[in-house]
């Protein structure tokens, strides 16, 4: 498979994104306070390093099978549960607003890069990953309005 050099930097670009989301998952499971809030963190560190592992494989020069991350996708989809609760954590919060500002703008950029790939192959992995990305910022942002911490008023 051959890239163009666009291509090539457009995917160095969502390597170094997917690292810093591993970095700031790792982090933040570490500093966050409610259990639930940590298994949160971790999990879509997680789909993160596979994520990047997707990346690798393109870069490497091969097409990742996406039927076989969507079945895994679906996985980690049912082994979610979000608890309702009123209690509130302000430095839970920040993390959670960081990494939400995080996901939106790593959606963006995948948006970006979909529309500059030649392969249509690539784009649909490519797809995949940024739908994966939305599916994450609505697990925080489904967190944090359980916990009171986003009012969307």
Same mark, same amino acid.
């Given at each position: 498979?051959?890239?163009?050099?666009?291509?090539?930097?457009?995917?160095?670009?969502?390597?170094?994104?997917?690292?810093?989301?591993?970095?700031?998952?790792?982090?933040?499971?570490?500093?966050?306070?409610?259990?639930?809030?940590? $298994? +949160?963190?971790?999990?879509?560190?997680? &789909?993160? /390093?596979?994520?990047? %592992?997707?990346? =690798? @494989?393109? !870069?490497?020069? $091969? +097409?990742?099978?996406?039927?076989?991350? &969507?079945? /895994?996708?679906?996985? %980690?989809?049912? =082994? @979610?549960? !979000?608890?309702?609760?009123?209690?509130?954590?302000?430095?839970?919060?920040?993390?959670?607003?960081?990494?939400?500002?995080?996901?939106?703008?790593?959606?963006?950029?995948?948006?970006?890069?979909?529309?500059?790939?030649?392969?249509?192959?690539?784009?649909?992995?490519?797809?995949?990953?940024?739908?994966?990305?939305?599916?994450?910022?609505?697990?925080?942002?489904?967190?944090?309005?359980?916990?009171?911490?986003?009012?969307?008023?």
């Amino acid at each position: 498979m051959y890239l163009t050099q666009k291509e090539r930097y457009l995917l160095e670009d969502q390597k170094s994104h997917e690292e810093l989301c591993i970095k700031k998952y790792s982090n933040y499971a570490n500093q966050a306070k409610d259990p639930q809030l940590k $298994q +949160i963190f971790t999990q879509l560190g997680n &789909q993160e /390093q596979e994520h990047l %592992n997707t990346i =690798n @494989q393109i !870069m490497d020069g $091969q +097409i990742p099978n996406v039927n076989q991350q &969507q079945q /895994q996708g679906m996985q %980690n989809q049912q =082994n @979610q549960s !979000m608890s309702q609760s009123g209690m509130k954590d302000q430095s839970d919060a920040d993390l959670c607003t960081d990494l939400l500002a995080t996901e939106k703008y790593i959606s963006s950029t995948y948006n970006t890069a979909i529309f500059e790939f030649t392969d249509t192959n690539i784009r649909k992995v490519l797809n995949h990953i940024q739908k994966e990305e939305q599916e994450h910022g609505e697990k925080i942002f489904n967190y944090m309005q359980s916990h009171g911490m986003y009012d969307v008023q």
